[in-house]
């Protein structure tokens, strides 16, 4: 018996029948979250137990479970209805999606424009196999498609097809691309895609590469085979979340509050409750919000992995949701390469990066490495940008990391920076390679910026009143919107005009030799 192919449909097709169902479940926890809301404070202020569940005598279990269930019933009657109102379709050149029950909205994900594909795994998706997918394009906020809920072979063919037609291959060649011809069904046009990219890719001689496939579905449309690059210790992830910023302020906090209390006789509890306040509201927001940290750090960093294949960057990572991305070579606008102090003894570093369409809340999607070494760091570094520009890369990159003054050919923020930055400033610099601007700054806490030139969108020059009596100014690099912001800061003003133009030249010239945006036909695939 064969094994099932998933296919990704060319025919508008809704989402899985079990969609519904995993918006409906949260009203059960609206109302778990009510009643301890109602009866928490109560149990901690030390009133009696029994005291505490008169709340029941006015509404009786039953009827809480009845509310509930009725509650949930007509949110799953609103889920169902969005549902039947929600189609996707996938064409050679977008991915389109269509919903709305009172207003029909029809929109596209265009496959020139992409920017990254993710498969997305909450923890009760993956129990029961299904997955989420995100279709991120260039373009203003919701440009992407998101598609909740997939079954997971699902999922991957139609990533694998996306990617695949975003590299520059057709699934045939029609005339005018004529959309396919009566009869003609989804499976027959992902068989011809798969022949296509054989033929193609058998013609240099590298057919398994770009084939074979490592995921555990089969799919008419194969992944490409990857090559694993790194991989993060769960040890070294919580070396580095143990010698965070956050983590040193708990660790200080107790003899702090020890030497307060016996030494000074200070009543710390009463101290904590005047800043934090006394409602147990207060007291679970501050502890989430104290704890949060660790835990976001933690679950996005664990099991993180990257690799490279014929789609481009992979990574994946996550504890309780999973998370696969894919982002296409050369969709990378800005790279930030961070070094606590704490860190400085192990010469970690955490990257991360800008990709148009994550926009500037999903730090925790942006991120290419949570903890490197300095030669995983550099190896991430050429994961995006294999040319510098640079005779030596390595050398270049290693004195941006840590170097001082202008080693490495860096212009630096003259002697009048002193004044406004007098730890800093012999450690700011600014240095243009023939691929990308490196801009570096900090002493203690260290920064690198790398912004490959054909993706600086604006410039700008800003002046304060000190900077100005000073002669000096900032230089802003615009990226797409993201995590990561490159600002040239406190060069002397000549320098700063002069980099401004320099940079705007570099920008058209990168991006009048910029490759083409399918990135098969760069590397000169006749597609």
């Known amino acids: 018996m064969n094994p099932h192919v998933y296919t990704a449909p060319r025919e508008w097709t ?135 809920f997939l079954r997971l072979g699902d999922a991957e063919a139609l990533r694998n097809e996306i990617l695949a037609l975003a590299a520059g ?77 956050p983590a040193l302020f708990l660790l200080a906090m107790l003899p702090v509050a020890l030497i307060a209390a016996f030494a000074f006789r200070v009543d710390v509890v009463g101290v904590l409750v005047g800043v934090i306040g006394g409602s147990l509201v207060a007291v679970v927001g501050a502890l989430a919000g104290l704890l949060g940290f660790f ?50 003894t192990q010469d970690w570093w955490r990257i991360t990066i800008n990709v148009a369409g994550y926009g500037e809340s999903q730090e925790s999607v942006s991120v290419l490495h949570p903890v490197a070494t300095r030669e995983e760091a550099l190896r991430a570094v050429w994961l995006i940008l294999p040319d510098l520009g640079d005779p030596d890369p390595t050398g270049t990159l290693g004195l941006a990391m840590s170097g001082r003054g202008d080693d490495g050919g860096f212009t630096i923020s003259p002697e009048a920076a002193r004044r406004l930055d007098p730890l800093q ?33 604006s410039l700008g020059l800003s002046q304060g009143p000190l900077r100005r009596a000073l002669g000096l100014a900032n230089v802003e690099v615009h990226s797409v919107q993201g995590p990561v912001t490159p600002v040239a800061t406190h060069l002397a003003l000549d320098d700063a005009v002069a980099l401004i133009d320099a940079q705007a030249a570099r920008a058209r010239e990168g991006r009048r030799r910029q490759t083409p945006e399918q990135w098969m036909q760069a590397v000169g695939l006749d597609v």
């Not at 995921?215 to 991989?231: K, M």
């Not at 933690?298 to 996550?318: E, Q, V």
């Not at 600014?430 to 030139?453: K, N, Q, S, Y």
């Open 14 to 148: 809704r989402l899985h029948p079990v969609s519904p169902l995993l918006g409906g479940w949260a009203i059960f926890g609206l109302v778990i979250a009510y009643v301890l809301h109602q009866q928490i404070p109560a149990w901690v202020a030390g009133s009696d137990f029994d005291a505490a569940w008169e709340f029941f005598d006015q509404f009786p279990i039953l009827g809480i479970l009845v509310a509930a269930l009725l509650g949930f019933a007509l949110v799953l009657g609103a889920s169902v209805w969005q549902w039947r109102r929600r189609e996707y379709r996938i064409g050679d050149d977008a991915v389109y999606l269509r919903q709305g029950i009172v207003t029909q909205q029809q929109r596209q994900a265009r496959l020139d424009r992409l920017q990254a594909v993710d498969v997305v795994q909450p923890l009760l998706a993956r129990i029961f196999g299904f997955a989420a997918i995100n279709v991120q394009v260039a373009g203003g906020n919701q440009s992407g498609i998101e598609l909740k």
């Open 169 to 245: 291959v057709k699934t045939a060649q029609r005339p005018d691309d004529a959309p396919p011809a009566p009869g003609e069904n989804a499976p027959a046009a992902s068989s011809r895609l798969r022949e296509h990219v054989g033929e193609r890719a058998a013609a240099l001689g590298n057919v398994e590469d770009v084939l074979r496939g490592t995921e555990r579905v089969n799919t008419a449309v194969a992944a490409a085979e990857e090559q694993p690059v790194y991989e993060v210790p769960t040890a070294r992830l919580l070396g580095s979340i143990a010698l965070s910023g």
């Open 295 to 344: 835990w976001s750090r933690f679950n996005g960093g664990f099991g993180f992995t990257a690799g490279i294949s014929a789609d481009g960057l992979r990574l994946r990572h996550g504890l309780t949701e999973t998370r696969r991305q894919t982002v296409p070579p050369g969709r990378v606008a800005a790279i930030r390469l961070h070094q606590p102090w704490l860190w400085r």
């Open 425 to 457: 400033w012999r450690f700011r610099g600014v240095r243009a390679t023939d691929r990308a601007l490196l801009i570096r700054r900090g002493r203690w806490e260290r920064e690198l910026f790398v912004v490959p030139h054909e993706r600086t969108q």
